[in-house]
């Protein structure tokens, strides 16, 4: 179950009364690489494989879902086996000392490699795609889709993190052999420098979102070469980076 029922007074021109609300559930996921603790993922307990293959690409643990030769789950516990490397141990380091994100740069070269041209009428058309049943029951979610460059929804995710809710659909499309540099995601989320970084180390040229960028995430953006549309609404878009992957 990814609802749970709760009871609240809610409180209308000073006058209680009870209702029951629909919550959105969340809990630990443990993942383990070649056996070691990886990470202690907060999420929405459905699509764990896709989770787990997703995040392992998206932060960079492997190039490709083909470097996973194996994946398991056992209750909330994903085990994840690939070749052992040295990037393995330094991936791991660099993620505990806090230095994934920050200083990125430093240790890792990515760049977007794609020549797929987006229609702006595509991203637009695209936002009915975010809309979800669970989250007009519970305000709680959010959501990611990848969509090609016709405007179709390829894989849908919902998660109670931003962050899954991206893994999630790029699992997905790994297990589907979908052509990541010929889709753009599109997120509920705001756009720090670490989800840029999903999508760049995914391979996906153009994010978008219905809400805003920080600053990192513009600056990861523009040097990886993803396209970073916010602020997407009916009628109004803002294109921070790489214009050149829109027709406009």
Known sequence: MYLKKF?????????????????????????????????????????????????????????SCNDVKDCRIEGKVIHIEIEPT???????ELRSS????????????ISVNSDTIFSTDAIRKSL?????DIYRQTRGTHAACLVNIRGKCAVK??????????????GRACLDNIDLSRHFILSTGRQSAGMVLKAARAGIPLVATKTAPLNTGIEAAERTG??????????????????????L
Not at 86 to 92: A, C, G, I, K, V
Not at 232 to 239: E, I, L
Request: hydrophobic share 45%; with cysteine; proline share 3%.
């Open 7 to 63: 009871q609240a007074k809610e409180l209308v021109d000073k006058t209680p009364r009870e209702i029951t609300y629909s919550v959105a559930v969340e809990d630990t996921i443990e993942l383990f690489v070649n056996k070691l603790h990886m990470a202690s993922i907060l999420a929405t307990p459905e699509m764990l494989n896709e989770l787990a293959l997703g995040y392992a690409v998206c932060e960079g643990i492997v190039k």
């Open 86 to 92: 040295e990037h393995l141990e330094l991936w791991r």
């Open 98 to 109: 806090g230095c994934v994100g920050v200083r990125w740069d430093e240790n890792e070269a």
């Open 128 to 132: 009915k795609f975010l809309e979800s």
């Open 157 to 170: 995710a919902i998660d109670v993190g931003r962050h899954n809710a991206f893994d999630k659909v790029v």
């Open 226 to 247: 993803v396209c970073l549309v916010c602020f997407v609404s009916p009628d109004r878009m803002s294109v921070f980076t790489h214009p050149e992957r829109l027709r």
